[in-house]
């Protein structure tokens, strides 16, 4: 990043406030519905204090099954989701928009906010869904080979899908801060410092920017909906499969060996209990990313109006809230899965809790 320093004239001041008159636009959208920020710092505050303790927890149960690897992932992955668009929400604050009139700094909070906060969140939010679809897949690779699947399926082979789903998820991430640079200017008549954010490539196409926007917006979305759908809509039909057959067979486990029976049983409810598990997450994960996926289709389609600065830039600010605000949820939900679905995770969490009561 290199720093200028300009006198308050010139191209870049013009655009700085040409694109302020929008910026206002946003800022009195956000003070309308101030409920949306504070639904982001709630939820947000629940979903760090929630993807911590599940790492913790998982950590301390150990990694002997390979889905334990694929939720510490999934939850650091939401819990960067979960900073990111906190720091979004708190850009275009009342209390970001104090902060500035104090400090005689004005800035484009729109660019500003698309670097520090949209930009990562875009980036964790497409390594969640990624992550959402191997847990899934994986799932249905045990219930497809129970047999065989811990040989296909190994801790090696998940670090290496884990660490390859991370590189593919953050990598368009890094196109959008290719040829960014940023310029102080300084306006003597309201003493005020000014922050330029601004592409160093001429003209107004920027192909590394443009690749990452249908990256995240069209080709991970869909995908990745694509495949949590289809692997959840196999589970649901397998588990009333089970129960169906469970149901039926009954009378003959019942006059069968006791300890083959006892056995037997245990291990289903193992596996039941993890794919329900697997379930209720993908199924948060649709409902969540639907809409989404929806908005960042249509940002493609009608670009030139659909945007920060097109003729429907109220609906797009509002759609974006409401976006943050879905990725939240989905990102801050699943400890409440665990919780109920887990006993070794329950019991974790109890002692945990224990523990922490005790040492006060």
């Known amino acids: 990043m290199k720093q200028n320093f300009y006198n308050g004239s010139g191209p870049e001041a013009d655009l700085t406030i040409s694109e302020s008159t929008s910026l206002d636009q946003m800022r009195q959208l956000l003070v309308v519905i101030p409920a949306?920020?504070?639904?982001?710092?709630?939820?947000?505050?629940?979903?760090?204090t929630g993807n911590i303790l599940t790492v913790l927890i998982y950590v301390k149960l150990g990694f002997a099954e390979t889905i334990n690897i694929s939720y510490v992932a999934l939850a650091v992955s939401d819990l960067c989701c979960i900073l990111s668009s906190m720091v979004a929400g708190f850009c275009f604050s009342p209390a970001m928009q104090a902060l500035l009139r104090h400090f005689r700094f004005q800035v484009d909070l729109a660019k500003f906010t698309n670097f520090t906060g949209y930009w990562p969140q875009f980036a964790f939010s497409r390594t969640t869904a990624f992550l959402t679809a191997w847990i899934s897949l994986e799932r249905c690779l045990c219930v497809?080979?129970?047999?065989?699947?811990?040989?296909?399926?190994?801790?090696?082979?998940?670090?290496?899908?884990?660490?390859?789903?991370?590189?593919?998820?953050?990598?368009?991430?890094?196109?959008?801060?290719?040829?960014?640079?940023?310029?102080?200017?300084?306006?003597?008549?309201?003493?005020?410092?000014?922050?330029?954010?601004?592409?160093?490539?001429?003209?107004?196409?920027?192909?590394?920017?443009?690749?990452?926007?249908?990256?995240?917006?069209?080709?991970?979305?869909?995908?990745?909906?694509?495949?949590?759908?289809?692997?959840?809509?196999?589970?649901?039909?397998?588990?009333?499969?089970?129960?169906?057959?469970?149901?039926?067979?009954?009378?003959?486990?019942?006059?069968?060996?006791?300890?083959?029976?006892?056995?037997?049983?245990?291990?289903?409810?193992?596996?039941?209990?993890?794919?329900?598990?697997?379930?209720?997450?993908?199924?948060?994960?649709?409902?969540?990313?639907?809409?989404?996926?929806?908005n960042s289709l249509v940002s493609l389609a009608i670009r030139e109006k659909y945007s920060l600065y097109g003729s429907l830039r109220s609906l797009h600010m509002v759609m974006g809230a409401i976006s943050l605000l879905l990725g939240q949820i989905n990102s801050s939900s699943n400890i409440v899965f665990y919780t109920i679905t887990g006993a070794k995770f329950r019991s974790t969490l109890k002692q945990l809790f224990m523990k922490t009561y005790y040492r006060r």
Do not use: H
């Open 144 to 294: 497809l080979f129970p047999t065989r699947v811990r040989l296909i399926i190994t801790r090696k082979v998940t670090k290496i899908v884990i660490t390859a789903i991370f590189v593919i998820g953050c990598c368009p991430v890094v196109l959008a801060y290719v040829g960014m640079e940023t310029g102080w200017s300084f306006n003597p008549s309201t003493n005020t410092t000014i922050l330029l954010i601004f592409y160093s490539f001429e003209g107004d196409d920027n192909i590394f920017q443009g690749t990452a926007i249908i990256l995240y917006g069209a080709v991970y979305s869909l995908l990745s909906w694509i495949m949590v759908t289809t692997c959840t809509i196999f589970l649901i039909i397998k588990l009333r499969e089970g129960a169906r057959w469970r149901k039926a067979n009954a009378p003959v486990f019942s006059e069968g060996n006791r300890g083959f029976q006892n056995n037997q049983r245990n291990d289903n409810w193992r596996e039941n209990r993890i794919t329900r598990t697997v379930v209720m997450i993908a199924c948060v994960f649709i409902v969540c990313s639907f809409p989404i996926s929806i």
């Open 36 to 48: 949306l920020s504070w639904a982001l710092l709630f939820i947000g505050t629940v979903g760090i």
